[in-house]
């Protein structure tokens, strides 16, 4: 994870695009900016960060789906539980799998834990929506092959 | 057995926080009942899920983009409820 530039998911253990499923590792790092203010002394992983986490997750896994074609935006949270602090240094477990697949729009749930136990959970739907740029579509796919051990295609 | 009418105007007022007896078969979902489409997209994931079709959202909104349809052919209520009754019967055909 590097915190500071969005960059949450760190490796894409697992990914079936077909039947909508998604493994991805995220390793929490030991030092970050954002830990100086969330909070002083008591570093925490801070929640909004969380559902960004299982959005980037669940968003590699419609990417690949639509072979890069469209790109999803977050547009709903529904539901999310927060359930344990996430510290420095920690490895998640990040799953996502689509719960719809509708026109212009796609419902997924998603989840991270730890050692089996649960961190979080939710509902997120994404905009299904033409890339508004190159640039954006080849960082996306940059992005992708760097944390992904398998071809799109 | 809920009417499609009926059904939909359940989930819209679930949905958007309108009362049920606003909500009648002659309203726009946008202009009259105030819809946005953040809400419509919840809208149609519980349509979509509560009848097993895929309303062809896309479709729809590049014919308004290209004026190629109004916005009154497709949210007028008893309008959206009509494609959805021939989305069902394609489904079972």
Known sequence: ?153 | MATTFEAVAAIISETSDIPLEDITPEKNAFTDLGIDSLDFLDIAFAIDKNFGIKIPLEKWTEELNENKASVDEYFILSKLCARIDELIAAKNA
């Open chain 1, 1 to 153: 994870m590097l915190l500071e530039y969005f960059q949450m998911i760190d490796v894409v253990e697992d990914l079936d695009p077909a039947n909508g499923r998604i493994v991805a590792r995220a390793d929490v790092p030991l030092e970050s900016t954002v830990f100086e203010g969330h909070f002083p002394g008591s570093p925490l992983v801070p929640g909004v960060l969380l559902i960004e986490t299982m959005a980037q997750a669940s968003g590699f896994m419609l990417l690949a789906r639509m072979k890069f074609e469209k790109m999803p935006f977050l547009a709903n949270v529904t539901g999310a539980k927060l359930r344990t602090f996430v510290e420095p240094g920690e490895v998640l477990r990040v799953e996502a799998e689509l719960e719809h697949d509708g026109s212009g729009f796609a419902a997924t749930k998603a989840r991270i834990s730890r050692d089996g136990k649960k961190i979080c959970d939710s509902q997120l739907m994404f905009r299904i929506m033409p890339f508004p740029n190159d640039t954006l579509k080849n960082n996306m796919l940059d992005r992708f092959k760097q944390i992904s051990h398998s071809p799109t295609e």
